[in-house]
Nanobody, 127 residues
Framework: QVQVAESGGGSVQAGGSLSLSCVIS????????WAWFRQAPGKDREGVAV??????????AYAASVKGRFYVTRDNAKNMVVLEMNGLKPEDTAMYYC??????????????????WGQGTQVTVSS
């Protein structure tokens, strides 16, 4: 049984930083795609970052709204993926979710492409 658990959310002022962690248990495929999504009240779930691993190394992709400010890394030995968020803005306020899929197809930042989801962790950025 795959379980996904996020941690590290909180409140921060604009311009600050936060780090979100996600532990994924029960998914033994080291080549699985892991991603972060977010959802603000009244808005659709939005892809933030995705990371994959292959023989050539790690591949990442970011939403345009966070590129250059957010960075995603993974540690397969710890079954953990981390989202480092810098230069936070009030519009980054949302519930952040960790997701994973063992599909061999590149899932991008499409929520429907992911099979396993955490419960989410709240990030609030004040101006």
């Amino acid at each position: 049984q795959v379980q996904v658990a996020e941690s590290g959310g909180g409140s921060v002022q604009a311009g600050g930083s936060l780090s979100l962690s996600c532990v994924i248990s029960g998914l033994t495929d080291g080549r699985a795609y892991w991603a972060w999504f977010r959802q603000a009240p009244g808005k659709d779930r939005e892809g933030v970052a995705v990371i994959s691993e292959s023989a050539a190394g790690y591949s990442t992709a970011y939403a345009a709204s966070v590129k250059g400010r957010f960075y995603v890394t993974r540690d397969n030995a710890k079954n953990m993926v981390v989202l480092e968020m810098n230069g936070l803005k009030p519009e980054d306020t949302a519930m952040y979710y960790c997701a994973a899929t063992a599909s061999r197809r590149w899932p991008g930042l499409i929520p429907e492409a992911y099979d396993y989801w955490g419960q989410g962790t709240q990030v609030t950025v004040s101006s």
